[in-house]
């Protein structure tokens, strides 16, 4: 039964601060010393802060690529141009989002995606055509499945699917495979496709036979896919859409009556199994949003509702575009997910003109028991990226055994890991130093793809340009909430 606009306004009245409503998950920035506030010292690099979070200042890289706090070391496991697949061909280029999986005998399998768009001849180094692992034979990306052994060597690098397009985000699942997403609506006939494109894929980075003819989960729609994760209770799955003009949506799968999740099953629906909703929010007093940059602060609570999609399949008109104005929610750039405390963490990178309201990040959590979705994080607007110190974009995101978020920064300028604890303090884990442009205008490129090892002890990160994979280890501890 939907949630209704009165419902959620007499809940919030009685409970007060509507932040109650989000249960125990902790609000992520609230006051001094939160995301988009100034550290105590000046800025991030000066964490920890003098009350035992972080892990100290970073210290610059001999090497020029990877700054780190002491105590901790990188090493490279792909390197495009440099490192080889099992077959021979280079490290396809573009890395972006990767899940982890615990392999045999103790190893880590990583699921890597290549966001690589548009005609093969467009790159140097696409995602190789794998024998009957390929969708489309005029796409550049897909993905790649890497095993690194139990002390951190590199073991191979194989294709988990290729002939896809844009694979940027994506999701693990709780049956151990991974879902890519790709971030496009191109139809065959454009910009090269002999196939439709912007669907989810799933890969099984267990068995390589199991992607053998790839096959599109099209019940989940056609559109600029970015991030996935499934509710491990209701078997709901949550989808991100990165698109603008006009700005993109939060979705809900409803599976099919009976339907039990497991491998391969996705890929054994019809086009038109279950449900798929867009979002729809309001605020405590009943009043639609038209989009999530409207929330100004930190502990902002906003009811929850679902609209059905009318054609997910977007055959003449896209997703997005099938809704006319106050019938649903949207938010620019809506990029990682991660399932974590009974919810779905949800990440807005940035809004700019085309929002209401512009910002630098957003990252909001979404509570299915409650039907209600909560501001966690909000950057303001960088006024000067170039500067070490501030923190805009956020994009890929998860959720660290330590405690907290750990953040990849897509945004302009320098470019940082970083940690948020659960009582909104941020500190510095890891800094670009990989000068892709030139001395006088540099350029550095995004952070994807943070995960840690099945055992915690390494947090995997990919530098997307030209696509290095980093493993980093060092002294992690819990982040100590403030006193």
């Known amino acids: 039964m939907p949630l209704t606009r009165r419902d959620f306004a007499k809940r919030s009245a009685l409970t007060g601060a509507g932040v109650a409503l989000a249960g125990s998950v902790g609000v992520l920035a609230t006051a001094p010393g939160a995301i988009g506030a100034e550290a105590p010292d000046g800025g991030p690099d000066g964490a920890a802060d003098g009350h035992g979070i ?34 021979g061909e280079s490290t396809p280029s573009h890395h ?11 190893t880590t399998l990583l699921v890597n995606n290549h966001e690589l768009k548009g005609p ?3 790159w140097p ?6 024998d009957g692992l390929v969708y489309d034979p005029a796409a550049s990306g897909g993905c790649t499945v890497v095993e690194v052994a139990k002390d ?3 073991v191979g690098e194989w294709v988990g699917i290729a002939g896809t397009s844009t694979n940027c985000a994506g999701g693990t699942t709780p049956w151990g495979t991974w879902l890519t997403g790709e971030e496009t609506e191109d139809k065959a006939g454009e910009h090269g496709m002999t196939k439709d494109h912007g669907y989810v894929f799933e890969v099984d980075p267990h068995d390589r036979r199991a992607a053998r003819d790839p096959k599109p989960v099209k019940a989940l729609g056609r559109y600029a896919h970015e991030a996935v994760v499934v509710d491990p209770r209701r078997g709901h799955l949550y989808l991100t859409e990165d698109a603008s003009g006009p700005n993109g949506l939060f979705y809900r799968w409803t599976p099919p009556h009976g339907f039990r999740h497991g491998r391969g099953q996705l890929r054994s629906l019809a086009g038109d199994s279950g449900m798929l909703e867009a979002f729809k929010c309001f605020d405590s007093g009943g009043r639609f949003v038209d989009d999530l940059s409207r929330a100004t602060k930190t502990g902002t609570v906003y009811g929850v509702d679902w609209v ?8 003449k008109v896209s997703v997005r575009k099938q809704f006319k104005d106050g019938e649903i ?7 990682g997910l991660w399932w974590a405390d009974g919810g779905a963490y949800v990440v807005s990178s940035y809004a700019r003109d085309e929002s209401p309201v512009q910002h630098d990040g957003q990252v909001w959590f979404y509570d299915p028991r409650r039907r209600t979705l909560t501001l966690k994080v909000l950057l303001g607007v960088n006024q000067d990226p170039a500067k070490d110190g501030a923190l805009d974009g956020p994009d890929n995101i998860t959720v660290s055994p330590y405690g907290g978020l750990i953040i990849a920064e897509d945004g302009e300028g320098v470019q940082h890991l970083f940690g948020a604890t659960d009582d909104g303090r941020t500190y510095p ?19 994807t793809g943070p995960v840690f090892s099945p055992d915690g002890r390494t947090l995997f990160a990919n530098i997307q340009e030209p696509g290095i994979m980093l493993a980093i280890t060092g002294p992690w501890k819990r982040q100590r909430r403030q006193r």
């Open 308 to 315: 059905e999609v009318p054609d997910r399949d977007a055959r």
């Open 152 to 154: 951190g060597s590199p």
């Open 125 to 130: 180094h696409p995602v190789p055509l794998a």
């Open 120 to 122: 093969r001849a467009d």
């Open 429 to 447: 884990i890891a800094r670009n130093e990989l000068n892709i442009g030139t001395t006088a205008e540099p350029e550095f490129s995004e952070f």
């Open 329 to 335: 929610t949207r938010a620019r750039k809506l990029e």
């Open 96 to 106: 972006d989002g990767t899940g982890t999986f615990e392999g045999h005998r103790g």
């Open 54 to 87: 972080g892990y100290g200042p970073l210290i610059a890289d001999p090497d020029g690529l990877l700054a780190l706090p002491a105590g901790f070391t990188y090493r490279i496991i792909t390197r495009t141009g440099v490192t080889k697949l099992d077959s």
